[in-house]
């Protein structure tokens, strides 16, 4: 082998090896703007965790319509008057798809009002299930 050969053979493997790099990096980059875009820490079937931190005043809610949105999960629970402090629909990392249930945190003394008006509650066609919402343990890998 020549010196051109092995200087080839080198400046391809360095570009190999940056071009991996910079897809990491995009994959990282892809990754944490729909993390920050859907208020979680990771959206992994059964890993999603929530930023929400109020004691006893995040609901669950479940079997959701699947084109639902944060914004109308806001405003089925903001129809009754009350103060919506976040909202969140659970998707599934590689899709982006809904995964039918989402989170909405509201005022403490307002929580059983919510669970009593929408809870079995018609919601785009769906019976919905409102409860509070418990913390999950965290998986470890």
């Not at 993390?35 to 809610?61: F, H, Y």
């Not at 129809?79 to 989170?103: C, K, M, P, Q, W």
């Amino acid at each position: 082998m020549n010196r051109r050969t092995i200087l080839t053979a080198c400046i391809t493997f360095v570009i190999g090896i940056m071009a991996g790099v910079l897809v990491m990096l995009n994959d990282n980059a892809y990754g944490a703007i729909n993390q920050a875009l859907n208020g979680s820490t990771s959206n992994a079937v059964g890993k999603a965790t929530s930023n929400l931190n109020g004691p006893g005043n995040v609901l669950e809610i479940r079997n959701l319509p699947w084109a639902y949105t944060q914004e109308d999960l806001a405003n089925a629970v903001s129809e009754l008057h009350v103060e919506v402090l976040t909202a969140r629909i659970a998707v599934d990392r590689e899709t982006g798809r809904s995964l039918g249930y989402g989170f909405v945190e509201v005022p403490l003394e307002k929580v059983q009002n919510v669970i009593k008006a929408l809870n079995g509650a018609d919601l785009g066609g769906r019976s919905i299930i409102v409860k509070v919402a418990t913390p999950r343990e965290r998986q470890r890998k």
